[in-house]
């Protein structure tokens, strides 16, 4: 069972080029999270959304209730920007994750 | 800043043993839960602790068993270590519900 769905599995990306990776879930949710993950283990949160749109810098997520998909978009993207991007839904106590999206990009 | 720190970074452990892998977290938050992340994969719950004493099994319990009787560390316990319990393995905690999540650093962790 896959509750939550991620697009591209792996991306591979010039410095400063747009980048996007979607996000499809399944399940009735509270709310979408949206991690990075750096070599080494470490997951640190980048977004928790409900609706809408949030901004951080370079980086934009946007979520779409009724179609049950979010996006991450990445705007000029740097190579520390590479890292795995995984998706997250919340719903009751519970979590449920993408498999990630592991981005790389090449100065 | 929140803070959540695992036992250890790098474990090696025979088949047979008993590990112990604990985690504590400093922000007071209710939940506390433990994952474990391999290739393709992705991250797949063990289990969680929505308060002290209380757990509820995730989506792979078998072989693992846990112990929450502080509210601030978590415990999780490989009764008998199998090779094929061989992951990386991450512990994070979050304020109620489904609000962020604060994830520690991670316990790779090695069975031979």
């Known amino acids: 069972k896959n509750e939550v769905e991620q697009s591209p599995q792996n991306l591979t990306a010039q410095e400063g080029e747009f980048i996007t990776i979607n996000c499809s879930y399944s399940?009735?949710?509270?709310?979408l999270h949206w991690l990075q993950q750096h070599p080494g283990g470490g997951i640190v949160s980048l977004f928790m959304l409900s609706s809408g749109k949030k901004k951080h810098g370079r980086l934009i997520a946007t979520i779409n209730i009724q179609e049950k998909h979010s996006s991450l978009h990445i705007t000029a993207s740097h190579p520390r920007d590479s890292a795995v991007y995984i998706c997250a839904v919340g719903t009751g106590n519970q979590f449920y994750f993408g498999t990630g999206t592991s981005l790389t990009v090449i100065p | 800043d929140v803070k959540v720190t695992q036992s250890s970074r790098y474990l090696v452990k025979r088949t047979g043993e008993k590990v112990f892998l604990e985690c504590v977290q400093d922000m007071d938050h209710e939940n506390m839960f433990w994952y474990r992340q391999d290739p393709g994969l992705g991250l797949r719950l063990i289990y969680f602790s929505y308060d002290v004493k209380m757990k509820e099994k995730g989506d792979i319990p078998e072989g693992y068993s846990v112990s929450r009787e502080k509210k601030e560390r978590f415990s999780l316990i490989l009764e008998s270590a199998s090779t094929n319990q061989t992951s990386m393995y991450l512990c994070a905690s979050s304020l109620q519900g489904v609000y962020e999540q604060y994830f520690g650093p991670g316990t790779r962790l090695t069975v031979t």
């Open positions: 399940v009735g949710i509270s709310a």
